[in-house]
Every structure is written in C-alpha cells, then in structure tokens.
C-alpha cells in the first residue's frame, strides 16, 4: 500500500512511530533498510545487518513501541570479530547468524571456531562457540553495549544523541535517558567482568575438543509517560487460522508460512482497547494506529478467519467522525502520495468506503452474527457520508470542490455501494434497492465521462479535474476498477466498466508498459514521471497487482491473471518469500532479479496479505456462507500445476480444496451442510 508522506517513502507528520522525524534535513528521506534483517513481534523490533553486529549504524538496533532499547553489541573472541558468512531470516521474529573465528593455534586456511547467533524481535540474543580445534581452547570472550534511548523517528533522521553512560545493573548493564526512560541487559552466565565506562561484559570461555560455549542476552525497557509499552501482551494466535499450501510448485508452501508468521508479527493492541487487535501497515515506518491498510490486510486475509477483520472494523469504527456537518460518518486518515500527476490522497475516504465492503463480504466467509450486528450500524453512517459526498457532476470527490475526481475513488463508492445494497437487504435494513439504484447510475455517469476514446480502443482516465478535463495517465489504480467485490452465491459484483472495456483494460494492465515482468507498475513506462522507485510513479506496488489478478480472473481474464501471478510469486522467491511492499519497477530480462526499493516496508501487512489472495484465487474460493454454499472457479489453464490449500476458514470451520493439473477444482473439508455452488 502507498507510504505515508506526500513525497516519498515515510511517516505522516505526527506518526507515533516516527516522531520527530520531519526535522531532517531532506524531508521524506530515509535509511535504506532494503538489505536489513528485521525480525518483528509488535511491539518490539530488532534491525540487523547480515554481519549480526549492532554497530548503531542506520536503523540497526532493538526496539520496544519506537524506543531504540540496544543499538550496539558487538561481539569479539580472542580480540578478532567473527568472519561473516551468513545472516538471513528464519521467522518472522528471529533472525541466525554464522561466522567464524580464526583461534591461535589454528594452522592453514580453516577456522577453528564457529560462531552462531540466533537474535530475536525483543533482543534476547543467544550466541553459540563451538571449537573444532584438535586441543582445548581457552578464549576471551568480549561483548560492547551501548544505546542512545533514542526515537525512532530521531534515528531515521539522523538526529539521535550520543550514547549514554552504562551502569553495572545486576549481571549487565543498564542506562537511563534523561526523560526517565531505562533498558538493561542482563547475561547468562553471568560475565566475569563488567566494565561500565566502556560499555563492556567479559568472560572466559573454555571449550575442549567438540565442545560449545553458550551464552544468552536479554534486553529490557522501562515504560515511560511517551512510550507506555504494550501493556496487554501479543495477540493470541487464534486471530488467523494455520493454512497450508502444497502442489507441484514448492515455493507456495514456503511463501504462504512466511506470510502469515508476518501477519501474525504484524499484529498489534490498542492498549486502551485491548479486545481489538489490527495489523500495522509495515515495519519499520508504519506501526502505529489502525489506518487504511490494515483494512484491506484483513480483507485479504479473510480466507484465514473473519477475526482479524471484525476487530480492526470495531478499531476504525471508534475513530469515525461525529460532530454533525458534511464529515460525518467519515473515518479520518492521513494523506498519502497520490503520484506525480494528483494532489495527496486522503486514506480515511478510502477506509469509509472499504468499512461497509469488507463488513459485507466477511459476512459471506462466516461472520458471526453478533459482529455483524454491532458493526451494522458503522457501515451504515459511512453510506451515509457517501450519499452526500458526490460532486455537481455526480462523482465522489476527496479534496473539496477544488479537488479532482479520481477512477480509483470511483470504483471503491461502486464497491461499497453495490455491497452496502446486499449488506442492509441480509440484514432486514432500508435502503438495498436506492443504492443499487445508486450504483448503477454512477457506472452510467463513469462509461459516459470517466473513458477516453482513442483508435486502440481507448482507456480509463486517471482523474476528472473540475471543469470536465480527463487526466489520462495509466498505472496500476486502475486495478481497482476490476475489483468489483464479492456477492450472494459467491457472485461477483456488477463493475463500473462495460464489457469492451473491461476487456481493453486487461489488454491495458498486462501490457509491456504495465507489466514489469515482476508485476504491475504504479505507473506506466510511456507515462511522464515515470520513474521505476516512484511507489506511486512506476514502482510495483504487490497489493494492486494482487487485486488485479482477482480482477481480471473474475472477469474471465484467464491469461492475463496467470502471467501476472506467476511474476508475482517468482519476485516472491527472490525476497526470500518475504515480499516487501513494493520493488522498483524495472524490466524484467533474462537472468536479472526485481530490484529492491530502499525504504520499503517489509514485512508490509498489504503485501503479506495479498499472497492469502493470490493463492485463494488461484483455488478459486468463493465462499456464501449465509447460503450455506461455497463454490470453487479455479484459473483452469492451472498455472503453477496441482495446487492444495486447506486450513482456511469458511463459515467458521476449516476448510480444504485442491486444483489438479487440468484446472478441476475438489472441496476435500468443509463445514457440515456447506453446499458446493456454481
């Protein structure tokens, strides 16, 4: 999903996570974290480099709710720091380390002492000697430990302080910031020396033949008034169900395990709501209030449980605006970059619109009554909102009347329009049949003025200024014009384009232009301001070439879905299966691998979601569950050969299906009484 500021990559001003931030001397820049070893368990981060070495370089170091609680801990043996030979991640919370140390006795090229670190999201680290030296071994073992208590979003901008004087504190070290704020660091085994001015803990390591030598630190925070800290613990692991993919393509298995242990990772409390549970858009930029993202995260994520979705609804519904004026009803968000050619886009449109959407369909994977009723009445004031949102040319504008229209809003009004019509119809409400009324004279308005007509067939326009002028410049928002929704008897939903339309545009997505190869393009390459790490300008953004994919194979759009899924999934491989939110959005050539973007986030809730997705529209579910049916619409040229997910949720109760190698969808679990549709 788009990063926070109007510029580039970032926070919005004010953002808990990054405070401070916008005093940097280049507003919008920030670290390069793009080879960075992150391990999250929210609300705690670590940062790596590969070496395992926290030197306080760039964001490195370990984090509790933005506070940098360790950013130094540099291990030596015998005087040498290890040889780095590995570092990668093996959890969404955890990442190994492996070098190795040359001892003194050692003679010719090979190593006698391997050095391993398993560090995790909360600091605790644990460091393993194991000698393979033909005699015994006894080795000074030393670790330096240092912070600065400082803010994230001082450290992104270069503006954190010096480090501040240890104190020997137990068997560690501890320091405190002038604000009262504390971290410790506590050994085991205790070290045999601690030398506070320098930061230091010693030990003295023995190791016969064979032999290891283990010790473990612990980093601890102290709560102080501006970081109260978690206070409620993780969210348990009942928010999202355990699914699993098999097949004849190995890396599926491998990707959809990585992306829900970041989901879970992703996870995070309102402390003054500790029932409600929503995911932070990305780390390390994004982790504080329920926003936009996370909307869609748990919609993507339905088919592992419509939990996750029904809190951060009750999360957002809390915020929704309700003074009486023309905002009411609206759910506030900040401005995000809408690309070269429109002002910033204001993501709390982009959540009302969802709100009654995402209730609507949840209700159809098997949301539980009593969520529904609770919730009805939010999606209702966001309707409300909508009816008197609209334009004098009738369309749904987010900057007051200066502002233009865009395509993207449009659809997203269709959306939660047609949907809110199914949702108030299932629930005994008024209304159902005036906003399909609604929806269907805006798909009018839409074909007549929202398309430009040109010899190929034409496209959709970017925008509608004011006074009628069409901006035409294709990106990867026109995705969301596929995206109509999911209806009764697992259906689609009518969409605001015609049939011709809808077929020039998946002509339009899937060309050299859109297509990068490795997935869609914010932006397309003969469009000016194109540029291949704009996230908005030409960067491949995985949520929309996601949404795409369920777009064009709703629409029949076989082909171009496949091609679009398999780009997306080999750029999966290439990131370790843990995709980021976006990637520059150069050509793919034969041998080449997608180029990371600097100041992406990853783990990205948008981005680990939108693999539940790819991998759900690849089985082809499409659940009813007040219908009792559930029906399967496989891709059948079976792109990536036999294909079994099971573990999902669908009315409730696991459920599992299976695509062979000629496209033929089998149900194999689901809840009792669930009917196969159509």
């Given at each position: 999903m788009a990063p926070s500021s109007a510029q580039a990559p970032g926070p919005p001003a004010g953002h808990p996570s990054l405070a401070g931030a916008t005093g940097a001397s280049r507003p919008g820049e920030l670290p390069a974290v793009h080879d960075a070893l992150i391990g999250v368990a929210l609300p705690a981060l670590a940062v790596s480099s590969r070496h395992a070495q926290l030197t306080g370089s760039g964001l490195e170091g370990v984090y509790l709710s933005g506070r940098r609680l360790l950013s130094r801990c540099v291990l030596r043996v015998a005087g040498r720091e290890p040889v780095p030979l590995q570092g990668r991640s093996t959890a969404a919370d955890r990442a190994d380390f492996l070098g190795v140390v040359r001892t003194p006795g050692d003679t010719g090229p090979d190593p006698g002492l391997t050095v391993e670190r398993s560090r995790e999201a909360d600091g605790t680290e644990r460091i393993t000697l194991r000698s393979s030296a033909a005699r015994a071994l006894r080795l000074p073992v030393e670790i330096a430990l240092g912070t600065d208590l400082a803010d994230l979003g001082a450290v992104a901008a270069g503006r954190q302080g010096p480090e501040l004087s240890a104190s020997v504190h137990g068997t560690g070290l501890r320091w405190t910031a002038a604000d009262g704020s504390a971290a410790a660091v506590t050994a085991d085994p205790p070290p045999s020396d601690a030398l506070a001015a320098a930061g230091l803990l010693r030990w003295e390591a023995e190791l016969a033949p064979g032999d290891s030598f283990v010790l473990t630190l612990r980093v601890r925070g102290e709560r102080t008034a501006r970081h109260p800290g978690p206070g409620v613990g993780r969210p348990g692991g009942h928010i999202l169900a355990d699914a699993v993919a098999e097949g004849d393509d190995p890396r599926l298995g491998e990707l959809l395990r990585v992306s829900t242990d970041d989901l879970r990772a992703l996870l995070q409390r309102d402390p003054a709501h500790?029932?409600?549970?929503?995911?932070?858009?990305?780390?390390p930029w994004r982790c504080g209030p329920v926003t936009a993202e996370a909307l869609w995260a748990a919609r993507m994520a339905l088919p592992l449980g419509t939990r996750l979705a029904v809190t951060t609804l009750h999360a957002l519904a809390r915020t929704r605006l309700r003074a009486p004026g023309t905002a009411s009803g609206r759910i506030p968000g900040p401005l995000r970059d809408a690309g070269p050619h429109l002002p910033p886009r204001c993501t709390g449109v982009?959540?009302?619109?969802?709100?009654?959407?995402?209730l609507a369909e949840a209700r159809r994977w098997g949301l539980p009554e009593q969520d529904l009723t609770e919730l009805l009445p939010t999606a209702e004031r966001c309707l409300e909102w909508l009816r008197g949102a609209l334009d004098d040319d009738g369309f749904v504008q987010e900057?007051?009347?200066s502002g233009p229209a865009r395509a993207e809003t449009q659809a997203h009004a269709h959306r939660a329009a047609v949907l809110g019509a199914d949702l108030l119809d299932a629930c005994g409400r008024p209304g159902g049949?005036?906003?399909r009324e609604w929806a269907r004279a805006l798909r009018d308005r839409f074909r007549d003025r929202f398309w430009l007509d040109d010899p190929h067939g034409g496209r959709p326009a970017l925008a509608r200024t004011p006074d009628g002028r069409l901006l035409p410049y294709l990106g990867s928002w026109a995705?969301?014009?596929?995206?109509?929704?999911?209806?009764?008897g697992g259906r689609p939903?009518?969409?605001?384009?015609d049939k011709a339309q809808t077929e020039r545009l998946a002509r339009l997505l899937t060309s050299p232009a859109m297509d990068s190869g490795w997935g869609l393009r914010g932006l397309g390459t003969k469009e000016p301001g194109y540029n291949p790490f704009g996230h908005r300008s030409g960067a491949v953004r995985v949520h929309e070439t996601a949404v795409a994919v369920a777009g064009l194979a709703a629409a029949g759009y076989e082909a171009e879905a496949a091609a679009l899924l398999r780009g997306t999934l080999d750029a999966a491989a290439a990131f370790d299966h843990r995709l980021p939110e976006m990637y520059a959005g150069e050509r793919r050539t034969s041998g080449s691998l997608p180029v990371p973007h600097p100041a992406a986030c990853r783990p990205a809730a948008v981005a680990a979601a939108a693999t539940v997705q790819l991998l759900t529209v690849l089985v082809g579910v499409r659940p009813d569950a007040p219908g009792r049916s559930v029906a399967l619409h496989p891709l059948r040229s079976a792109p990536l050969g036999e294909v079994r997910l099971s573990g999902l949720r669908v009315a409730g109760e696991p459920f599992a299906a299976r695509v062979g190698r000629l496209g033929l969808g089998m149900v194999e679990e689901a809840a009792p009484g669930l009917q196969l549709g159509v």
């Open positions: 500790p029932a409600d549970v929503h995911l932070a858009a990305g780390v982009e959540a009302t619109l969802a709100f009654p959407t995402v900057q007051g009347p049949d005036t906003w995705a969301h014009l596929l995206d109509t929704g999911l209806t009764a939903a009518p969409g605001l384009l």
